[in-house]
């Protein structure tokens, strides 16, 4: 028993990562009906950064460097939707570019070693349970921000600007919102959190240059588990996740373990829960 | 003559192979080159079936690609099989896990297909990884022998490329047949082909099982040139890489991964650093995309189009469809 | 003049759908632009509003517009309410439609629209917590309405308002456009229904095939014989 608790409470520490990748990914599917699939890569080049400079400084410019990729990939879908392009798999095709070009630069520049700072090694032991600081510092800064998104997009103008350009792009820009202003913004803000991401990996369990890939698929299913579109639900869904991952290694077999956020992709796909529906269907 | 013009792609690609391997495998290094070069292009292929065809963008084509290889490895080595008797496992393997899966997700959205298939060649290479005694983990399977009548390099590459060119001439019947066609219906309108009796979701399924079939073959050639596989032989960056092949290359068209995998991966051998692919790659994928959507071989037929619509609009009008059709 | 096109012309890519098309609405004046379906109204109005590529000229109050935006034109006061109320937000809750519409306003200010808007529509004060989507196609229309004047617009135009609407709702729908009469603006409506039009324009233009090939007023659409029918192809 008290190991299924343990498992259970250091899943929902490890699954506060995968909610700040979820929730900028729910955002941008709201918003711009697709996905940025360079999140992983942005979290990347955080880590790499900050590693390299160290300190506060690091920290900033590695979040700074996140934000300067996804600010190309925001200039990157301009771009095509100037050209004419609406559609989401154009995009997302063009961050997996993107995603290509960032890892292959840190591989380059870095090398295939891996990114790890700890500057947090204690941990608390509760009832014979430890838990380590910096997991429950990650958690905590993961729900900051997802209360953060679910009150800008519920309460504030501009997410109802945001919720209005999702579902009616001619007319918002008849009610003279900026949709495409909006929808750079969320890639913006999609480098931002998945730069915290990755400093968050950084000072916990450490990054290599092969991690995005698996960084942005984690993120997505953590984003759909519960439905798109509700930043608190990717947090429920990446805590979900990480215990169901934590279990996994725990009573089953570390490879189930791994296989998991893409068992999960899966299930809830083929699932189609109601409010998946709008990234399931499609096809008649 | 229907026979020929209806079979242009491979005889193309024919007089291409011809003209170019006895120059190529003159050359040691170049032989080895032109060898992988095919087997990228099976597996671009196969990416071009899919998602040019029946619009699934794959993310999986390098896990069916090692289910193949490990199919002939395992078939082999462990087995002790004799040669080619491992080639319909190869061929059978990645679709039977694919058409299934296929199946689950080809009514989903273009998007949460692609990201199915992802999770999907994410799970096989787990798997893969992780069956210790049975495909060797992470050290993998040494010592795959060669297929029987062929061993040196430059018979392989043969091999190798008679193998794209039957892919391509198999490739082009399809596109002709009743088939084909209908997965060309439903590409452009799924309504209209649900109309005329077509199921769409087992039509797609059909064309991604076939598609997965290719890229065993591609891994099957693999193993058995290399004689070497292991998790890291074929992993998702070649996934990646073939998409972002076919896409440049023109994913729609029959040759054009093959396009695709001689520009991106030909040139890849030149570069200065082997870990720059991947800045070469993703800038030659995002620029295809602003400049040229359907990839070299669209630019080439736009501009086509262009100058048919330029003489016909000295002489006349100019229809609504024609425009449309000349759109980049 | 509020709002005039001078030999406007509406592009889908090289395809042209409306040609040289002039016409003025001043303050004030209901103008009803009839056409069957596929006449090219839509087209006129998308032009105008400046969702559908256009050459010619347009002004509003004196200004230049044909050159801005969409989002700019509507900024201006050249508000567009799209077939199918495709100004709404269906999600989106009736009091939320309205914030959109009226976030540019200054407290006061915007307090006052909103009155104003409930005093015309009172339906939508009672349904403000329901999503758009799920209120009946004459609330609906009504609260499109509602939506574009928030934005206070000095032209407004109205693509096929009776779309969809019952015969009883149609009735309730012109009484609440004439009454908007009061607020002075120039109203261009694109129309396929004859007798909405006749119950609403002060004078009407015919279009076909992307052309103005007649003009009235709207007593010349109460006899079914008239040129107008004839024109329009109805019988």
Known sequence: ?????????????AGAIYALLAAPMSLLFATARTIDFAVGAYALIAAAVAATIGGIAGAEAGLAAAMLSAAIMSLIFVGLKRLGCEDGIVFALASFGLSAVIESFVLWYWGARSFIVSYVAASWSLGGIRLDQQGLFNLLIAAIVVVILHVVVRHSSLGRMMRASAVNAVGATLAAIPVEGLQMGVYLAGGLLAGLAGLLVLYSAGIDFTAPLGLTLSGF????VFGVGSPLRCLFGGIAMGVAQALASGYLSEALSAMTPFLFILLVLSMRPADTEALAGGRP | MSFVARRGNTLVLAICVLIALPVVTRNAVWTDSAALLGIYALLALSVGLSYGQAGILTLSQAAFASLGAYAAAICTVRWGWPPLADLPVALLLPALIAFPVARLVARLSPLATALSTLAIGSIIAIAIRSADDFTGGYMGIAGVPSIGFVKA????AWLIWAMVVIVVFLYENLCHSAYGRALNVLRFDQARAAA???????????????SSSIAGVSGWLYAHYISFVSPESLDAHLSISALLMAVVGGAEFILGPILGTLLLDGLTRLLPAAELQGVYYGIALIVILLVARRGIFGLIEGGLAQVRQLRRSRSGEVTALEIEASRP | MTLTATSLSAHYGRLQVCHNIDLSVSAGEYLIVLG????????????????????????LSGRRLDQASARVRAGSGLVLVPEGRGNLFAPLTVEENLAIALRHLPGAERREILSEVLALFPILGERGAQPAGML???????????????????ALLLDEPSQGLAPVVLDEL?????????LGMALLIAEQNVRFAAA???????????????????????????TAFRLMGTH
């Open chain 3, 174 to 182: 012109i009484a609440a456009i004439n009454r908007l009469r009061s």
């Open chain 1, 1 to 13: 028993m008290i190991h299924f608790v343990e498992y259970v409470l250091r899943g929902a520490l």
């Open chain 3, 136 to 154: 009946s196609g004459g609330e609906q229309q009504m609260l499109a309405l509602a939506v574009a004047l928030g934005r206070r617009p000095k």
């Open chain 2, 153 to 156: 390099p430059a018979s392989y």
């Open chain 3, 36 to 59: 069957a379906n596929g006449a090219g109204k839509s087209s006129l109005l998308g032009a105008l509003a400046g969702i559908v590529a256009s050459s010619g000229g347009i002004t």
């Open chain 3, 200 to 226: 609403l324009g002060d004078r009407f233009v015919l279009l076909r095939g992307g052309e103005i090939i007649h003009e009235g007023a709207p007593a010349e659409l109460a006899d079914r014989r008239g």
């Open chain 2, 196 to 210: 005329d009796g077509v199921n769409p979701p087992m039509l797609v399924s059909a064309a991604f099982a076939i």
């Open chain 1, 221 to 224: 299913g953590a984003a759909i």
